[in-house]
């Protein structure tokens, strides 16, 4: 929903990669941004109401993302589409930061305006592990973040990599980031981000999802 700046680079950004994209907004003459060779839906009126997502085809869509210039619009189509329509990956874009926390506790990943990238919703429109954190330019590594069985809680960095034959790139806590040591240890809450090749990924993947080994 929404057929700016952002919302068009996106549309434009997931059919290149082979998704069937609608695109939402009250302004006719907006989809002119999509451009010529843009090939799917376009659908105007209101992305709150529910004929209009109806219309755009809400009730066979994976992902949902809210990129018009209101807060309170994003919100509440984002709200729409998740509590009445069932869509689990869903992303509000927010100008106002303040108001962020509050929409996060309702379950909608929000994304405020000053820190705001089509990569960055991507992320968050996509299965999980399906856009990296980082990906070199040849496209041999990524660094992503991979979510591990809670029986990893407690063991180190090095066992970790010893047993996910991968790096550890960085680790998220409470927020914040911070490069281990081989002796830190994983605790409850931590995001694990791995550096590892492209082509490593599902193994590493796989192997975190299990539970370490036991010697």
Request: proline share 5%; with cysteine; glycine share 8%.
């Amino acid at each position: 929903m929404g057929c700016g700046r952002v919302g068009s680079s996106l549309a434009r950004n997931l059919e290149r990669r082979g998704h069937t994209v609608a695109v939402i907004d009250q302004n006719p003459d907006a989809f002119r941004r999509l451009g010529p060779t843009y090939d799917g839906r376009k659908v105007t009126g209101p992305g709150f109401d529910r004929h209009v997502l109806d219309d755009a085809g809400i009730k066979d869509a994976e992902a949902f993302a809210a990129v018009s210039s209101g807060d309170n619009s994003n919100i509440i189509s984002a709200r729409v589409a998740r509590e009445t329509f069932g869509v689990h990956n869903v992303v509000a874009r927010i100008y106002d930061p303040a108001r962020a926390e509050i929409y996060q506790r309702l379950g909608i990943p929000t994304v405020a305006t000053v820190r705001w990238t089509t990569d960055q919703i991507l992320r968050r429109l996509m299965p999980e592990g399906a856009e990296p954190d980082w990906r070199d330019p040849s496209g041999t590594i990524r660094i992503a973040e991979v979510s591990t069985d809670v029986r990893w809680i407690g063991r180190t960095v090095d066992t970790i990599q010893e047993q996910a034959d991968t790096r550890v790139a960085f680790i998220t806590r409470l927020g914040e980031g911070m490069i281990p040591t081989r002796e830190t240890v994983l605790q409850e809450g931590d995001l694990l981000h791995c550096a590892m090749l492209e082509a490593d990924a599902n193994r590493v993947a796989t192997a975190l999802a299990a539970p370490p080994e036991e010697h």
